[in-house]
């Protein structure tokens, strides 16, 4: 039979009051030898000789079963490694069982004491049986170990954490001694019956990722979406974070926290896209990572489906920017009016990819950090809980307790917080096996902390961890928690049953103060600048799509691109999250630029009255309309359009052509007119670059005038001489023809009745040259010349500021007339 817990509680007790001062004599040694030869050696620029516990280093990398009840073996192993340049000889390892502690504080206080002995570590479990010998361990040597001990042989007492070393006792050439040369700390949470009041806990397990896409599409049907990098083709991929995300959390008890541009980036990702190449050009994505893409969706929909699923507006905005950087960005395209846009699209997204309802009920500032203007940005968008942490919603009262997660904060609005200590239990870098084991170990040990401080009083947290954990880390979450579904004092609920908890009567319900604000994270935000430019960009894309005829195809597009924008994920990343604004400003600015005026060269104007064309351009893949192109003359007196000084016209151009619109001037003087040419919206805001242009007027000189005249009159004069020409002919052929009837009364009618006269009437009497008794022999033609065609009028005359001027309007344009 074991020994009481009494006897057990004495012996070690006993055993640190007899190893104190024993164990402070030997250090104390090595300590005053190591202060005096540290000085040449620090002079020397050498690193100094480890001594002490830290002549050896020792690495815990596995510890099974995590919570051990009394029928199991508990198996510790690792490596250790002489740091020193002295071997060490006659070692031995050893699991040491310390005393329970009693609070949370203090397993802070263990898990920081490092490399040190303290005196409370105990003695050898199970005696020399369990010991692992090194009779020699060479300097820069790493040798592994693997302890294993019956759980009933390490005399542990009653419910509680207890403090587990696992020590290296060994001597070197200098310290003939047995002493304590290396040492690791972990914990034992220890409840072998089950708890009769267990504390919930809800984990949050988010899906977030930064963003890869860029604002640019391509112009066919589809938008074919352009990402920068395929990034994000790593993190889907197998083994990539996203991927351990998703695997990993299907057989976990946890609750979805998602951002819809991850979904919708995948998505996008499951079908043609672009991917921008390290010299600027962009290059089609390969067809396998579609197949990719589609496999972690449908993995995703498998394990979300009949879950609860919190989603975040999409991009997952930084709330705390937005509350005190956006805030003062004044006016409808300011940062806060984007929140409920992008609730509605995450709602979107998530039906339309993973047909699921969300929850949109919550929301998420940078590392739970809260004060009144965060909460009340958190809430604009229609959010009732917002997600804090306990390090920012601090506890001001005594409860001797950790409180439950739900806290009322007015306004029908709760402040969900999150346990700090079990939230950031797994940051940092997990890829070691023992600084994974050690997180288990403290997260298990503080769990069960929670649950003692008071073991009658039923609570709930909730954990909140960060956002983007890497695969390693996911890795070391889900080992955690699969542990705590086997452990008998905690129990599994979701977050949206955590947020309607009935909260502790004595919690803190007071939002912490803006000047509470950690600084740290103040320095991260995006800056004012950054708002005014979203600003500028909203107001622009306002502006533009008034003008389309399908707007859907750039508003929502870019309408995510400014959720991205606004993201979270860019904290710490401030040049990076410029780039991106800058390439979305960019982008909308080359597309509004694409519906110009062509420029016009100087035009000239001979006469008084002439038509100017202008012509309207647009290279986008759309039509345009809602637009009035407007032409004003600078000087109207001199130069009058339409008869006034501006004259406009409704505009409407089909995608990827252009189309002239003619103008009717009148002149009053001679000389150049400044015209100038402009697109305007039907509230009346000129729309692009205005184009101006120079008219010059030519006056008809009288000479000219005299010479057409002249020439008028030489017609009309000409028209008469043949009118009376064709009359004598007439006149003479009717002569001819009566004489010739005449003669042949006589004839006996023999011959031919006709014969003799057929001559002078098919003969070339007249038709075939001059009549020398003619007065007009001298004039040519006959009898069925064509009248001169009507001269053209001096007052139309053709302008030279026609639709087809190659000078003005330039080459290649298509005109649809």
């Known amino acids: 039979m074991s020994p009481s817990p009494a006897r057990r509680w004495l012996r070690r007790t006993a055993a640190s009051l007899v190893g104190l001062p024993l164990l402070a004599g030997l250090l104390a040694a090595p300590a005053a030898g190591a202060a005096v030869s540290a000085q040449p050696e620090r002079q020397a620029g050498t690193k100094a000789e480890p001594t002490g516990p830290r002549t050896v280093s020792v690495s815990i990398n596995s510890f099974l079963p995590e919570i051990p009840t009394e029928s199991d073996t508990l198996t510790i192993s690792g490596r250790i490694r002489n740091e020193s340049s002295r071997a060490v000889t006659d070692a031995s390892m050893a699991l040491r069982v310390g005393p329970t502690l009693n609070g ?19 003695v050898p479990a199970g005696g020399d049986e369990y010991l692992q010998e090194f009779k020699k361990v060479a300097p820069g040597v790493t040798e592994d170990f693997r302890l294993s001990i019956p759980v009933k042989d390490l005399e542990l007492g009653g419910d509680g954490v207890y403090q587990l070393a696992v020590t290296l006792t060994g001597r070197t050439e200098t310290q003939q001694f047995d002493q304590i040369l290396g040492i690791e700390r972990t914990f034992l949470p220890w409840q072998p019956e089950a708890a009769d009041t267990r504390t919930e806990y809800s984990y949050m397990w988010p899906l977030i990722a930064r963003t890869h896409l860029t604002a640019r599409s391509d112009s066919d049907e589809n938008q074919t979406p352009v990402f920068k990098d395929e990034d994000l083709l790593k993190e889907i991929s197998p083994g990539g974070r996203l991927e351990r995300m998703v695997s990993e959390g299907t057989t976990l008890p946890v609750t979805w926290v998602i951002d819809p541009d991850l979904v919708a980036s995948a998505d996008l990702m499951t079908r043609p896209y672009n991917v921008e190449g390290p010299d600027g050009k962009v290059v089609a994505g390969d067809e396998d990572n579609q197949k990719i893409a589609r496999s972690w969706l449908n993995s995703l929909s498998k394990a979300v489906k009949d879950e609860k699923v919190v989603v975040l507006p999409f991009g997952d905005p930084d709330l705390a920017s937005m509350a005190h950087g ?3 960005v004044k006016g409808p395209q300011g940062s806060l009016s984007h929140l409920k846009d992008a609730t509605e699209a995450a709602v979107a997204t998530l039906e339309t990819v993973l047909h699921i309802t969300p929850n949109t009920d919550f929301a998420w ?25 306990s390090d920012s919603f601090r506890e001001t009262g005594n409860l001797p307790y950790t409180p439950t997660a739900a806290r009322p904060i007015g306004d029908g609005t709760t402040a969900v917080v999150a346990d700090s200590r079990l939230s950031k239990a797994f940051q940092g870098d997990m890829t070691s096996a023992e600084r994974s084991t050690l997180a288990v170990q403290e997260f298990l040990a503080q769990s069960l902390m929670v649950n003692l401080q008071d073991p009658e009083k039923q609570r709930s947290l909730v954990v909140a961890p960060q956002r983007m954990p890497t695969a390693a880390q996911v890795s070391t979450m889900a080992r955690a928690i699969r542990a705590l579904q086997s452990d008998t004092w905690s129990g599994a609920a979701n977050l949206i049953t955590a947020a309607k908890e009935k909260p502790d009567a004595g919690a803190t319900t007071e939002v912490p103060a803006a000047s509470a604000y950690p600084a740290s994270l103040r320095k991260q935000e995006m800056p004012q600048s950054g708002f005014k430019e979203i600003k500028e960009i909203q107001e622009r894309l306002d502006e533009f799509k008034v003008i389309l005829t399908r707007p859907e195809r750039v508003v929502v597009p870019f309408g995510r691109s400014i959720d991205r924008a606004l993201s979270t994920s860019w904290r710490g990343m401030p040049k990076e999250a410029l780039e991106y604004r800058v390439g979305v400003g960019d982008y909308l600015k080359e597309l509004t630029e694409q519906v110009v005026l062509i420029d016009k060269s100087e035009a000239k104007l001979s006469g008084r009255s002439a038509t100017i064309p202008v012509t309207v351009q647009n290279n986008l893949a759309q039509g345009v309309k ?14 009058q359009i339409e008869g006034g000084k501006v004259a406009e016209v409704e505009v409407e151009v089909a995608g990827g052509h252009a189309q002239s619109f003619k103008f009717s001037t009148s002149a009053n003087a001679s000389g150049p007119v400044d015209v100038v040419a402009r697109l305007v919206t039907q509230d009346g805001r000129q729309y692009g670059d205005s184009i101006p242009f120079s008219v010059k007027v030519t006056e008809v000189p009288p000479t000219v005038l005299a010479v057409i005249a002249g020439g008028f009159l030489l017609l009309v004069l000409a028209g008469f001489r043949m009118y009376q020409r064709r009359k004598k002919i007439a006149a003479r052929k009717a002569e001819e023809q009566n004489g010739g009837t005449a003669e042949g009364g006589g004839s006996t009618g023999d011959g031919p009745a006709d014969g003799p006269t057929a001559g002078p009437t098919d003969g070339p009497a007249d038709g075939g040259g001059p009549d020398t008794d003619d007065p007009d022999a001298d004039d040519s033609g006959d009898s069925d010349a064509e009248a001169a065609p009507e001269p053209e009028q001096p007052s139309d005359p053709t302008p030279d500021t026609s639709a087809e001027s190659t000078d003005p309007s330039g080459t290649g344009e298509r005109v649809d007339r």
């Open 104 to 122: 949370r504080s203090q397993i802070d206080a263990a898990a920081d004491a490092g490399a040190t002995v303290t005196g409370t570590e105990g």
């Open 326 to 328: 956006g805030a003062a």
């Open 365 to 389: 500032p940078a590392e739970g950090a809260v004060d009144p203007s965060i909460v009340n940005v958190a809430t604009s968008a229609g959010a009732s809980n917002v997600i804090a942490r």
């Open 626 to 639: 809602n637009l009035r192109l407007q032409l004003i003359s600078t000087q109207p007196k001199r130069l």
